[in-house]
């Protein structure tokens, strides 16, 4: 990557650094993850969590089971068995007392009725939709919108189909009480996540694979068609909300189909391949105003191969989300499935491998993440500017002295993926970007750059070295990935 160094020596001296840290920071130093001990007998493989009013949880297993967690991070949780019996539920959400699950082959809702700690009532709300017998043919969810209907989305099927190829799979489904399904957006492949945003918009997030260059965060739009042909011949019946695209380019960049396939809509944001995981899956956002730090109302998002847990910040320009990944924190136990926040703020972690590969050392497992109250410098957002970016951070930059050099380094470059049929893309047309000026904010929080080349469409990787806080730590992370839809207007 092209390096661009830049002499600080003009910006107004603020603050002499303190003596610098002799060892380094880590992620584990500001958000420390405690492992809720499970019993040798129970297999805690995590579809789905939904903290309770009294501090316990409803965690549901792959296998079929709901289990209730009392007191989980004392020496010995008690464990009792609420609901079993599922079909691999994959979502849990609590309301108006009835706890909801997405399962293969229905949306239920469940209740304990008689009060006596085990679910006695069980009703089937919707299941307007075929399976096949195909193994991998998940459903995640769910999760309800402002006008009370409710929302899963539909995993594509992998191998053979026993009882024959069912409709509506790679689908986002709404279901309305006492109404038949509406099938209202296509082209999903392996959407593992689905959350409610808090202004009301639902975003799910899916795995890279054929048809889906990388992992990707997106907006669910009604009538939009996200890339994957599987289940779009679906989109022929008279009940789809989707017009019928027709049949895929194979082997086009994803800026040039997004304006040349009927209906396909770009994710609000890429999360390149490797470097930001491999296997994006459930996510929250924070609603805690500034209990789990810094980052309150940006999205936190597991990813189930790299046993971690990624942030984003959004933003709107000309009508569409668009935004940034950035690190946040690795080397959790096993591969992380789901993340609910928790009353006080901490960010439950429900974690399985079900037999795919993990960076996790455990096979499964339940985690706590909880903010320490130390502020790390980190990058805290990057939004987009019609001539480059403005680069925020949690603490104050030194803009005396940044690491013993009054230099600080920065670099960027943009690429893109290709839809095609092949698994994955890799990184296409990439280009080194210029940064042609930079400043910083007096108060040394905002670092606004201009770039030469900007491109919509593209992944806009950032690098930021050298830089550091007044106690003299280098940012935690050092780069962000942002996915520059529009640039906004002048």
Partial sequence: MVMLTILLASV????????????????????????????????????????LEDGSLLACTRRGQVWRITNPLSRSPKFSLWADGLQEPLGLWLHEGWIYSATRGELLRMRDSSGAGRADDFETINDDWNISGNYHEYNFGPRPDAEGNWWITTNRGFGGEP?????????ALRLKPGEDMEPMAAGLRSPAGLELSPWGELFYTDNQGEWCGANKLSVIKEGAFYGHPFGIESAKLPQSHVTYPGKNPDGIMMPKAHTELPNFQLPAVWFPYN???????????????GAFGPFAGQLFVGDQYQASVMRVSLEKVAGEWQGACY????????????????????????????????????????????WSGEMPFEIHEMRAKSTGFDVQFTKPVNLDQTKDSLLVSLSMSSYTYELHSAYGSDEMETQELTI???????????????????????????????????????????????????????
């Fill in 275 to 289: 470097k930001m995981g491999r296997s994006a899956s459930g996510m929250a956002w924070d609603r805690s105003e």
């Fill in 327 to 370: 690190p946040f924190r690795k080397g959790l136990a096993a591969g992380v499935i789901r993340v609910r926040q928790a009353e006080d703020g901490g960010l439950w972690v429900g974690m399985s491998d079900r037999g795919w590969p993990s960076l996790g050392t455990e096979g499964y497992g339940l985690q706590k993440l909880s």
């Fill in 12 to 51: 107004p001296q603020v603050q002499a650094p303190t003596e610098a840290p002799t060892e380094a920071p880590t992620e584990a130093d500001y958000y420390q993850a405690q492992g809720v001990p499970i019993p040798e007998n129970i297999e805690l493989e995590i579809g789905g969590i939904q903290p």
């Fill in 163 to 171: 009882f024959g190829k069912p409709d509506w799979r790679g689908w």
């Fill in 436 to 490: 042609s000026e930079h400043h910083f904010s007096e108060d040394g929080l905002i670092l606004h750059i201009s770039v030469d080349g900007l491109r919509e469409g593209y992944v806009h990787e950032l690098h930021v070295m050298d830089v550091s806080d007044m106690d003299g730590n280098q940012l935690l992370h050092d780069v962000a990935y942002y996915t520059l839809i529009h640039i906004p207007a002048e």
